[in-house]
């Protein structure tokens, strides 16, 4: 299965959905190490906070694409797209973020609305869905599954269930980001951003994700690449180069009189730059100084060769405070919600 690359992915919310009472303080408390959890006695309760969660979401992708027409017609020919990529990563200071459905759990023997017939009227919301079941449910859940109505099922009787949970929670939440940022990843991919669609660089984003215990990535665009944070909210640029990529930089270098050293970097990848003082290109005026911005590359072969490094990101690129997942714990756990 290929590793897709969300075009942004960052903790949300998983929501639990039973009757009993004891049973999902139960599963929130064996859940919660890992995931935020969102809690509900009835289908209709929860249905109600989905579709007011929905409405926020579609706000705040619409914040980022921007569809226009020409005043002269509205062929389709002359359609306009205007992406807002800057908005992608300055979701860090969004304090809501966190509190996104991407998960449901649900029991399907529920008095009233049962489980099934939640998922049914979800169908139009993208987040991904887990049915709970008894053993005299099977039937019930692959004929939901077989009709696209959820995702999984489990019976709540599994004594594995709590260790398939954590393994599919995580997939899901990527999944549904995954779906979420689809439209903007094919724009986006038709330009210097075809590496989302690479499985090589997901895979490579996933590794690095767990090796330094990143919470959440962001595509950044210039230089190209992708934005971490950890859960204390500090950030770590990931800069990604082409040959392509880095002969631009040579050039726009050569232009400026830059030193023999720098130039025969760039020009035999043995460099990769990030110029975060200077708009992302080197200027006469770095000077000597140019070694502190550059990096020795590290190579990630896909469906072309990738040149990459981690950069610390300077404080101006964000222009504000970031809304860490440290601090959303602290405040779910002080009754401060949001």
Same mark, same amino acid.
């Given at each position: 299965?290929?590793?897709?690359?969300?075009?942004?992915?960052?903790?949300?919310?998983?929501?639990?959905?039973?009757?009993?009472?004891?049973?999902?303080?139960?599963?929130?408390?064996?859940?919660?190490?890992?995931?935020?959890?969102?809690?509900?006695?009835?289908?209709?309760?929860?249905?109600?906070?989905?579709?007011?969660?929905?409405?926020?979401?579609?706000?705040?992708?619409?914040?980022?694409?921007?569809?226009?027409?020409?005043?002269?017609?509205?062929?389709?020919?002359?359609?306009?797209?205007?992406?807002?990529?800057?908005?992608?990563?300055?979701?860090?200071?969004?304090?809501?973020?966190?509190?996104?459905?991407?998960?449901?759990?649900?029991?399907?023997?529920?008095?009233?609305?049962?489980?099934?017939?939640?998922?049914?009227?979800?169908?139009?919301?993208?987040?991904?869905? $887990?049915?709970? /079941?008894?053993?005299?449910?099977?039937? $019930?859940?692959?004929?939901?599954?077989?009709?696209?109505?959820?995702?999984?099922?489990?019976?709540?009787?599994?004594?594995?269930?709590?260790?398939?949970?954590?393994?599919? $929670?995580?997939?899901?939440?990527?999944?549904?980001?995954?779906?979420?940022?689809?439209?903007?990843?094919?724009?986006?991919?038709?330009? $210097?951003?075809?590496?989302?669609?690479?499985?090589?660089?997901?895979?490579?984003?996933?590794?690095?994700?767990?090796?330094?215990?990143?919470?959440?990535?962001?595509?950044?665009?210039?230089?190209?690449?992708?934005?971490?944070?950890?859960?204390?909210?500090?950030?770590?640029?990931?800069?990604?180069?082409?040959?392509?990529?880095? /002969?631009?930089?040579?050039?726009?270098?050569?232009?400026?009189?830059?030193?023999?050293?720098?130039?025969?970097?760039?020009?035999?990848?043995?460099?990769?730059?990030?110029?975060?003082?200077?708009?992302? /290109?080197?200027?006469?005026?770095?000077?000597?100084?140019?070694?502190?911005?550059?990096?020795?590359?590290?190579?990630?072969?896909?469906?072309?060769?990738?040149?990459?490094?981690?950069?610390?990101?300077?404080?101006?690129?964000?222009?504000?405070?970031?809304?860490?997942?440290?601090?959303?714990?602290?405040?779910?756990?002080?009754?401060? /919600?949001?």
């Amino acid at each position: 299965m290929q590793n897709n690359l969300p075009v942004y992915q960052h903790p949300a919310l998983t929501v639990l959905v039973d009757d009993s009472q004891s049973f999902l303080s139960s599963l929130s408390f064996q859940l919660a190490p890992q995931f935020g959890c969102k809690t509900f006695g009835d289908g209709e309760a929860a249905l109600h906070w989905l579709r007011e969660a929905e409405k926020k979401r579609a706000d705040s992708d619409l914040a980022t694409i921007r569809v226009n027409y020409d005043e002269d017609g509205d062929l389709l020919e002359r359609r306009n797209v205007s992406l807002y990529l800057d908005r992608i990563y300055r979701t860090v200071m969004d304090r809501q973020r966190f509190d996104t459905p991407a998960v449901l759990v649900v029991d399907y023997a529920m008095p009233g609305m049962n489980g099934v017939e939640l998922c049914a009227l979800c169908q139009d919301m993208p987040i991904k869905k $887990i049915l709970l /079941t008894g053993q005299a449910d099977e039937k $019930i859940a692959i004929n939901a599954f077989n009709r696209k109505l959820i995702d999984c099922f489990i019976s709540k009787s599994d004594p594995g269930a709590i260790d398939f949970l954590r393994a599919e $929670i995580p997939r899901l939440q990527r999944a549904f980001f995954d779906e979420r940022t689809h439209t903007l990843k094919d724009l986006l991919a038709r330009h $210097i951003y075809s590496y989302l669609y690479d499985p090589a660089v997901g895979e490579l984003t996933e590794e690095l994700r767990k090796r330094y215990r990143f919470v959440e990535h962001y595509l950044f665009p210039n230089p190209p690449g992708i934005l971490f944070f950890d859960e204390r909210g500090r950030a770590t640029l990931m800069v990604i180069e082409t040959a392509e990529g880095l /002969t631009a930089h040579y050039e726009i270098a050569l232009d400026q009189g830059a030193p023999q050293e720098l130039l025969s970097g760039l020009k035999e990848f043995r460099l990769v730059p990030f110029f975060s003082d200077t708009a992302g /290109t080197y200027l006469k005026e770095i000077g000597d100084a140019w070694l502190s911005y550059c990096l020795p590359p590290q190579v990630c072969r896909g469906r072309q060769t990738y040149y990459w490094a981690l950069f610390d990101l300077p404080a101006h690129y964000l222009q504000g405070h970031v809304y860490s997942y440290a601090e959303y714990q602290l405040d779910r756990q002080a009754g401060g /919600t949001l």
